[in-house]
């Protein structure tokens, strides 16, 4: 079955950390890039973070509080959230970018897991 | 505050029609094209249109999507109790260099 499924998600104080895990099946995590897209309940989406074969990035606003990695023996990809915020409250979601003949194309992710919810309080 | 504007509400009664719109810039809307997500909170968000008009394989031909200038328009026809939900468009922004969503409509089938 094409899917991703994400853990790691809970409740955190202010200044923690917490390693989110995305599990990719149904399709190879090569030749794809796999993205972290938050959600705050109410309020817009947001995009975090992907990373590929040869390549990673990050959006502006967690620049230097997020690192993402991957196993791909284990078909996963990890986002390391640290130095967390009440603002960083929201559901994290993994998304596959849609790729076609060699191509892909930025704004359009063609597979979503349910997400994983991080609350970060006191 | 979200660079694409969509209404934040819309509603509409089981049988009839909406259509969502999602204003933008010529940096993004302007010049890239669109894609559309439905949300249902607790499951996975469902990929409904991509540049601009068109449908993902095993999306109902209920959805229906235009494009004129900034703006882009999500139709939905025949509405079912199981199209209620949230839905946000997304753009790549020349400028921001990244992507871009709007801040979401909530849809209710009353």
Same mark, same amino acid.
């Given at each position: 079955?094409?899917?991703?499924?994400?853990?790691?998600?809970?409740?955190?104080?202010?200044?923690?950390?917490?390693?989110?895990?995305c599990v990719v099946s149904g399709f190879p995590l090569n030749d794809n890039y *796999?993205?972290?897209?938050?959600?705050? +309940?109410?309020?817009?989406?947001?995009?975090?973070?992907? *990373?590929?074969?040869?390549? &990673?990035?990050? !959006?502006?606003?967690?620049?230097?509080?997020?690192? *993402?990695?991957?196993?791909?023996?284990?078909?996963?990809?990890?986002?390391?959230?640290?130095?967390?915020? !009440?603002?960083?409250?929201?559901?994290?979601?993994?998304?596959?970018?849609?790729?076609?003949?060699?191509? =892909?194309?930025?704004?359009?992710?063609?597979?979503?897991?349910?997400?994983?919810?991080?609350?970060?309080?006191? | 505050?979200?660079?694409?504007?969509?209404?934040?509400?819309?509603?509409?009664? +089981?049988?009839?029609?909406?259509?969502?719109? =999602?204003?933008?810039?010529?940096?993004?809307?302007?010049?890239?094209?669109?894609?559309?997500?439905?949300?249902?909170?607790?499951?996975?968000? &469902? /990929?409904?249109?991509?540049?601009?008009?068109?449908? +993902?394989?095993?999306?109902?031909?209920? /959805?229906?999507?235009?494009?004129?200038?900034?703006?882009?328009?999500?139709?939905?026809?025949?509405?079912? !109790?199981?199209?209620?939900?949230?839905?946000? =468009?997304?753009?790549?922004?020349?400028?921001?260099?990244?992507?871009?969503?709007?801040?979401?409509?909530?849809?209710?089938?009353?």
């Open positions: 079955q094409v899917q991703l499924v994400e853990s790691g998600g809970g409740l955190v104080k202010p200044g923690g950390s917490l390693k989110l895990s *796999i993205n972290w897209i938050r959600h705050v +309940p109410g309020k817009g989406l947001e995009w975090l973070s992907y *990373i590929s074969d040869n390549d &990673k990035m990050f !959006a502006d606003s967690v620049k230097g509080r997020v690192t *993402i990695s991957r196993d791909t023996a284990k078909k996963s990809v990890y986002l390391q959230l640290n130095s967390l915020r !009440a603002e960083d409250t929201a559901v994290y979601h993994c998304a596959r970018l849609r790729c076609s003949d060699g191509s =892909c194309f930025w704004g359009q992710f063609d597979l979503w897991g349910q997400g994983t919810l991080v609350t970060v309080s006191s | 505050q979200s660079v694409l504007t969509q209404p934040p509400s819309m509603s509409a009664a +089981p049988g009839q029609s909406v259509t969502i719109s =999602c204003s933008g810039s010529g940096s993004n809307i302007g010049s890239n094209t669109v894609s559309w997500y439905q949300l249902v909170p607790g499951t996975a968000p &469902k /990929f409904v249109m991509y540049n601009n008009d068109q449908r +993902p394989p095993g999306v109902t031909d209920r /959805f229906s999507a235009s494009k004129s200038g900034t703006s882009v328009f999500l139709a939905i026809s025949g509405l079912q !109790a199981d199209d209620e939900a949230d839905y946000f =468009c997304t753009s790549w922004d020349d400028i921001l260099n990244g992507v871009v969503f709007g801040g979401g409509t909530k849809l209710t089938v009353l």
